[in-house]
């Protein structure tokens, strides 16, 4: 008997949560922060070590969803002689040999209810722009994010002179995380009049102008805290159209459309863990589609899509940030026109493909924090490869580029960051069909 004295006396000690509290500055519901964290209350932990490391992945849970200001989880340990959290009122007294119930303290302050941002800049692929975004992060504490933006383009010609007199036109509403039991679900709308000038490599083929109306829905499962699979159905009916010059008909097939139908199938791991406004830790993504497309001037056709994507993100400090990502990307049918869009430094049009693969390299470095703000610049180098074999005469191209983004990230808005980008083309001067730099303008980290 006498050997168990030894087990016994390094046996650690059991703890267990008796009551959870949660204090709350702002709108946020109480039920709402428990359906997406689940309830602690009850939970049993062999030793205090493991339970100081639930506390902190409880917190971390908190600073991923990005939509509090300030968040933190505290854990508070009776002290001697106090009468147990459960036992509040009563005379029992807990067995000796029985658990230390502790409380958890959970703080979140929300930031702002409505923020409407105004802005105006000037995107190489679209052009000018200006108009508003009304964000409504957390709306009604319910954890929903709602957006409304309006906004006017001037469309860049093929020579980057703006279109002024005849601008774009976007108004557009998204509502994300609306909980249906398990599933989240994502509504989207938009009412779009545009001029469109259908271009490959940075070539007009068709000119037009066209006004559509967009609708569209994504529910995500997730099937544990990292895994989640979404399904995605886009609907675009086109409500006026007009041609204004065709220099090479087969073009048409891009639009404008009468119908386009979209439907997706996602898979996404995501274990990145956020840190402020940095993150540690890997994301893949894959997804298979699908597109009925009924042009007005050709004949209606379908294809099919599917991609894969890798990103990772290190950690190195408070003031550095590595990452990288890595894809590859197929469609059936005609060439995607906008190869480019995965490239920062070669305007999107300047590639088309049906196959191609592609890898971003950045660190995000942070220049200034301010109380309210955070400055952060992130240089850049990229490479892609893209091959038409549906095009005779434009098999396979390549395009490797470098630049810098400038980012600014509010605390009231840190899902919404405001990034503005430079890059430039290193393809040889042969391969370019436009211009050799890129700039860009988002409310949106790269990848």
């Known amino acids: 008997m006498f050997f168990l004295i030894p087990c016994l006396a390094f046996a650690e000690q059991k703890y267990i949560i008796a009551q959870e509290v949660f204090e709350i500055s702002g709108r946020t519901r109480e039920k709402r922060l428990l359906d997406e964290l689940g309830t602690a209350e009850g939970r049993i932990f062999s030793s205090e070590s493991e339970l100081e490391a639930f506390a902190e992945y409880r917190k971390q849970e908190l600073e991923n969803l990005r939509l509090f200001k300030e968040t933190s989880v505290d854990i508070e340990y009776p002290e001697e002689g106090a009468v147990p959290p459960d036992q509040e009122g009563g005379e029992s007294k807990p067995e000796a040999d029985g658990p230390i119930q502790v409380v958890l303290r959970t703080k979140v302050e929300d930031g702002i209810p409505i923020l409407p941002i105004p802005f105006a800049f000037y995107n190489s692929n679209s052009g000018f722009a200006a108009g508003v975004f009304l964000n409504m992060p957390n709306i009604f504490g319910t954890m929903q994010d709602l957006m ?26 998204m509502w994300q995380g609306i909980k249906i039991f398990r599933l989240k679900l994502t509504v989207v709308a938009a009412l ?3 001029n469109q000038e259908t271009t490959a490599r940075g070539i007009p083929q068709v000119k037009l102008t066209h006004t559509s109306l967009t609708g569209g829905i994504m529910l995500t499962y997730p099937f544990t805290e990292s895994f989640s699979t979404s399904s995605s159905f886009m609907y675009t009916a086109g409500l006026a159209n007009s041609l204004v010059d065709v220099s090479n008909p087969d073009y048409l097939q891009y639009g404008p459309y009468k119908t386009q139908i979209q439907v997706g199938q996602i898979f996404s791991f995501d274990n990145v863990n956020w840190t402020g406004n940095f993150r540690k830790g890997i994301k893949i993504r894959g997804d298979i589609g699908y597109n009925y497309a009924d042009p007005v001037h050709a004949e209606a056709y379908h294809d099919f899509s599917s991609s894969l994507e890798y990103c990772q993100y290190f950690a190195a400090g408070e003031w550095i940030n590595p990452n990288f990502r890595a894809g590859a990307f197929i469609n059936s049918g005609p060439p995607s026109l906008e190869a480019g869009r ?59 580029a470098i630049g810098s983004d400038i980012m600014v990230i509010l605390n009231h808005m840190k899902s919404l960051p405001l990034r503005l980008g430079f890059a430039y083309d290193l393809r040889p001067e042969s391969r370019i069909g436009n211009k050799r730099y890129e700039i860009n303008f988002s409310f949106s980290f790269a990848y």
Request: charged share 20%; no cysteine.
């Open 342 to 400: 995965f490239i920062r430094g070669i305007r999107d049009n300047e590639l088309k493909g049906n196959y191609g693969f592609y890898v971003n390299t950045g660190i995000q470095i942070r220049i200034l924090r301010l109380k309210i703000l955070e400055v952060h610049l992130a240089p850049s180098a990229d490479f892609i490869f893209v091959s038409a074999y549906s095009d005779p005469d434009y098999l396979a191209d390549y395009g490797f």
């Open 148 to 173: 409304l933006a309006g906004v006017y383009m001037a469309p860049p010609a093929a020579d980057d002179s703006l279109q002024w007199t005849d601008p774009d036109l976007v108004f557009g509403l």
């Open 192 to 194: 779009v009049k545009i």
